[in-house]
């Protein structure tokens, strides 16, 4: 069982930037699928996005061209840089890690962001 770590979560005002990474602890897999989603309260999980294979990339239309997604080049650790954050960006964000794909990847336990108007 592979333990997927996420950090750089925190509280920022409207306008601000973060940066969360995410890598496998302990671990010394590649992972050919990485993602960052996100949960606000009282709503379902969603995909903000992710980089497979070669390095395709997606974007959920509600990030596109504030958030972007990255990965080292060994493919263990992902980043998600977030600018130009937004209230309605508040939520659990959680990586996930797949081997092979995102639908049999190990997910992280979830780091907070809070984005203050």
């Known amino acids: 069982q592979v333990q997927v770590v996420e950090s750089g979560g925190g509280t920022v005002q409207a306008g601000g930037s973060l940066r969360l990474s995410c890598a496998a602890s302990g671990s010394s897999f590649s992972f050919n699928a990485m993602g960052w989603y996100r949960q606000a309260p009282g709503k379902q999980r969603e995909v903000v996005a992710t980089?497979?294979?070669?390095?395709?990339?997606n974007y959920a239309d509600s990030v596109k061209g504030r958030f972007s997604i990255s990965r080292d080049k060994i493919f263990r650790q992902v980043y998600l840089q977030m600018n130009n954050l937004q209230p309605e960006d508040t939520a659990v964000y959680y990586c996930?890690?797949?081997?092979?794909?995102?639908?049999?990847?190990?997910w992280g336990q979830g780091i907070q962001v809070t984005v203050s108007s």
């Open positions: 996930r890690l797949g081997l092979r794909s995102l639908g049999d990847g190990s």
């Open positions: 980089i497979v294979g070669g390095g395709i990339t």
